[in-house]
């Protein structure tokens, strides 16, 4: 598949970037964390925060700018470079964090969370919980269906290669696909 | 009629954007007038919405589990300033080391500590060459590249003591103290070269560690050795504990 074989250099601009984001290519969350974390980390250290804080912190944001991506919220926001975005994106998250726990943080934090521009971050946090929520819900499937499904809607695998590789017929594929988001389904209802 | 998955697959094919023009428009006018459609798209999105989400939170984590090994390894570049901070920080050990334990302050395991000064490298043959390379790295305390490389050499050495020592010194600059005292553990104190070594290293990773109790265990087998090399050392330090 042309996508696994597309390599990091592939990932020069923001274009490219949001184009993988979109298509859920994981290299492209590879070449968002080399752009990034380390930088990321760096910061969370200077204000209070441990290493480990400094990946939950980033793996949140970076489901949350995914999924603004992914909903054409992000191209709203005209001329913010990605990097950037998700800089301020953990920046906010942290402060929020930390007024929330009542850590004691610098006035410095304080001043530089004045310039962030706190447009939309609110909707940031609201995506982040999101994700969480979906995700413990879907693993409340099968093991099967969590296959099927994540080939067909995550991977965007054919559903003729879905059945060769899950030894069903292409008829059952469909059938069974059919049944697991019917499972889903359920699962959102109760 | 249409069956229920002949439905899904119609909803399924609009949003892939997989209909032909007319089939399009025609979904989208049904969508205009009948509510029910327009819940069963929005249902269907939901659910692709799940999925994705989850297996998308699923990759990160593998992104960032691996990437983490890999800075672990080494293959991450390091920066100048960094290189520039380790070789000071390896002067100071050795400063300590010769001008004796301060007193007061910084932790035991930092009065005691100083890395390995490592093996000869001026005789090199073809075949270990790539260990001459790590060894130089090691020396300049570049540890992150030095242990890429030793680990890369263990895939096939994987019993030599000397890989499993300078291994663990590496892992003992990069602040991971609990793999170093692994390695060091699987160091037999019958090695003529590191046996000892290990054992006397292995206390103060656990010391770095604050795994005050099992470094104390460790530094008594050493002081019980009257011709242990360590054995004034282990001694001394076993006094401030």
Same mark, same amino acid.
Request: aromatic share 10%; glycine share 4%; with cysteine.
């Given at each position: ?10 990932y ?6 949001? *184009? ?17 974390f ?16 400094? *990946? ?14 992914? #909903? ?19 920046k906010? /998250?942290?402060? #929020? ?28 946090s609201?995506?982040?919980? /999101? ?32 059945? *060769?590789?899950?030894?069903?017929t ?8 059919y ?12 | ?25 025609? !979904? ?10 327009? +819940?069963?798209?929005?249902?269907h999105?939901?659910l ?14 593998q ?23 380790a ?10 080391? !010769? ?14 500590y100083?890395? +390995? ?9 073809e ?10 790295q090691?020396?300049?305390?570049? &540890?992150?590249?030095?242990?890429a ?13 000397t890989?499993?020592? &300078? ?7 990069? +602040? ?7 390695? !060091? ?8 070269? !590191? ?5 006397? &290293? ?9 795994n ?9 087998v ?7 090399? &360590?054995?004034e ?9």
């Open positions: 598949m042309a996508i696994l074989t597309m390599n990091r250099k592939a020069r601009t923001d274009q490219d970037l949001i *184009e993988g984001l979109k298509r859920n290519d994981s290299k492209a969350l590879d070449a968002l964390y080399q752009m990034s380390g930088q990321v980390k760096q910061w969370m250290m200077q204000n209070n925060g441990s290493e480990q804080d400094a *990946e939950d912190i980033f793996q949140d944001a970076v489901l949350a700018v995914w999924k603004n991506v992914k #909903e054409g919220k992000y191209e709203k926001k005209n001329n913010v470079k990605l990097s950037t975005y998700l800089f301020q994106v953990c906010f /998250r942290w402060y #929020e964090n930390l007024k929330s726990a009542r850590v004691k943080y610098n006035t410095k934090l304080d001043s530089e969370m004045d310039v962030i521009d706190t447009d939309g971050m609110n909707e940031i609201e995506q982040s919980e /999101r994700v969480k929520y979906l995700h413990q819900l879907f693993h409340q499937l099968g093991e099967k269906c969590k296959s099927i499904l994540q080939f067909y809607y995550y991977q965007k695998m054919p559903l003729a290669q879905i059945a *060769e590789q899950m030894g069903y292409a008829q059952s594929a469909k059938n069974e696909k049944r697991c988001m019917q499972r889903l389904k359920k699962l959102h209802q109760n | 009629m249409k069956s229920e998955e002949d439905k899904m697959d119609q909803l399924d094919r609009y949003l892939e954007g997989n209909m032909t023009e007319a089939e399009k428009q025609l !979904f989208e006018s049904r969508l205009e007038s009948d509510s029910e459609l327009r +819940d069963a798209l929005k249902d999105k939901l692709i919405e799940t999925i994705e989400s989850a297996a998308m939170k699923d990759t990160l984590s992104v960032m589990a691996q990437q983490r090994d890999k800075g672990k390894a080494g293959v991450r570049s390091i920066n100048r300033t960094w290189i520039a901070v070789a000071s920080v390896v002067i100071l050990f050795g400063a300590f080391f !010769f001008l004796g334990p301060f007193s007061g302050g910084g932790n035991l395991y930092e009065e005691y100083q890395p +390995d000064p490592g093996l000869p490298t001026t005789m090199s043959t075949s270990n060459l790539r260990f001459t390379e790590a060894m130089v090691y020396k300049q305390g570049e &540890y992150r590249s030095a242990l490389e030793f680990d890369q050499l263990m895939n096939d050495n994987p019993a030599s003591d890989l499993l020592f &300078y291994r663990g010194i590496c892992h003992m600059e990069l +602040d991971q103290p609990e793999v170093s005292a692994f390695l !060091f553990n699987q160091i037999s104190t019958d090695s003529r070269l !590191f046996g000892e070594k290990a054992q006397w &290293y292995r206390a103060l990773a656990l010391l770095q560690d604050d005050t109790a099992e470094a104390i265990a460790a530094l008594q050493i002081s019980d050795q009257a011709d242990h090399r &360590y054995h050392q282990a001694n001394t330090l076993l006094e401030k504990l």
